[in-house]
């Protein structure tokens, strides 16, 4: 059977005169786009342009909601409750529809950005809240979580398709967390490195910590960082890696989540 991987990016992150990644030219490799929506990145003309453009490539789109951080983008842990969580989810998860819906498309997945990801990878509370709201918004979207995590988990409990991800360029440690980026190494800035990293995370199921240890993770798609500087080349090589090694490139389906 062959195997398939989504390949997800975190775009349309700019906002105003200031401008991140290489959206356009990263869209012609990815199969799902989650798209900033105002709290870390993002504004409103920002996220109609980013969906215009992912529907003209067919890719998926997802929400990308964050704590409300613009000074940190999104990647500074803040004290939210349940609830706050829960409203912010929402939120930002309702403004993006709405400009899906004007493009003629839908929200297809919902993947929390930064610190809130990470935060709700480990507070059973928080993910339980930000699963809550995908679902009373719309109980047919894939909630997207770190790999083995209690955001996933809280997902599946309540009867969402959830995806596992796993991430190419980023060091994990033994207990499957991602190496904080304020450690040395924290992020795989090579791109062999990288691709390598993302064949063994498919096509084996398991990934090198920095410990040196060998973990097993379960990968349904993987994060391409788009903010790299050689954002769109890496994206290319690791769909052409894929294609190479047999593996089937395709955005998430609920038929094939868990």
Same mark, same amino acid.
């Given at each position: 059977?062959?195997?398939?991987?989504?390949?997800?990016?975190?775009?349309?992150?700019?906002?105003?005169?200031?401008?991140?990644?290489?959206?356009?030219?990263?869209? +012609?490799?990815?199969?799902?786009?989650?798209?900033?929506?105002?709290?870390?990145?993002?504004?409103?003309?920002?996220?109609?342009?980013?969906?215009?453009?992912?529907? /003209?490539?067919?890719?998926?789109?997802?929400?990308?909601?964050?704590?409300?951080?613009?000074?940190?983008?999104?990647?500074?842990?803040?004290?939210?409750?349940?609830?706050?969580?829960?409203?912010?989810?929402?939120?930002?998860?309702?403004?993006?529809?709405?400009?899906?819906?004007?493009?003629?498309?839908?929200?297809?997945?919902?993947?929390?950005?930064?610190?809130?990801?990470?935060?709700?990878?480990?507070?059973?509370?928080?993910?339980?809240?930000?699963?809550?709201?995908?679902?009373?918004?719309? /109980?047919?979207?894939?909630?997207?979580?770190?790999?083995?995590?209690?955001?996933?988990? +809280?997902?599946?409990?309540?009867?969402?398709?959830?995806?596992?991800?796993?991430?190419?360029?980023?060091?994990?440690?033994?207990?499957?967390?991602?190496?904080?980026?304020?450690? /040395?190494?924290?992020?795989?800035?090579?791109?062999?490195?990288?691709?390598?990293?993302?064949?063994?995370?498919?096509?084996?199921?398991?990934?090198?910590?920095?410990?040196?240890?060998?973990?097993?993770?379960? +990968?349904?798609?993987?994060?391409?960082?788009?903010?790299?500087?050689?954002?769109?080349?890496?994206?290319?090589?690791?769909?052409?890696?894929?294609?190479?090694?047999?593996?089937?490139?395709?955005?998430?389906?609920?038929?094939?989540?868990?």
């Amino acid at each position: 059977m062959t195997k398939t991987i989504d390949l997800n990016c975190d775009m349309g992150e700019s906002f105003g005169a200031w401008t991140m990644g290489q959206d356009a030219d990263v869209l +012609a490799h990815v199969t799902s786009a989650n798209i900033a929506c105002g709290f870390h990145a993002g504004d409103p003309e920002t996220m109609r342009r980013t969906v215009a453009a992912a529907v /003209a490539h067919g890719v998926a789109i997802g929400a990308h909601p964050s704590l409300p951080d613009l000074a940190g983008f999104g990647r500074r842990e803040m004290h939210v409750s349940p609830q706050d969580a829960y409203a912010m989810t929402l939120y930002q998860t309702g403004a993006l529809a709405a400009f899906a819906r004007a493009a003629g498309a839908r929200v297809h997945h919902v993947k929390p950005h930064g610190a809130l990801y990470n935060m709700a990878a480990k507070d059973r509370a928080l993910a339980d809240a930000i699963a809550s709201a995908v679902r009373d918004f719309d /109980a047919e979207l894939i909630l997207v979580g770190l790999a083995g995590s209690e955001l996933p988990a +809280a997902g599946a409990r309540i009867g969402l398709a959830v995806a596992h991800e796993a991430f190419a360029d980023r060091r994990y440690e033994n207990d499957g967390r991602l190496t904080p980026r304020g450690e /040395a190494g924290a992020v795989i800035d090579d791109v062999d490195s990288a691709v390598a990293q993302a064949i063994a995370l498919v096509v084996r199921g398991e990934v090198a910590t920095r410990q040196g240890e060998n973990l097993r993770v379960r +990968a349904d798609t993987i994060c391409v960082h788009g903010d790299r500087p050689d954002g769109a080349v890496f994206a290319r090589r690791l769909r052409e890696a894929m294609q190479s090694s047999g593996v089937a490139v395709a955005a998430l389906n609920a038929g094939n989540t868990a």
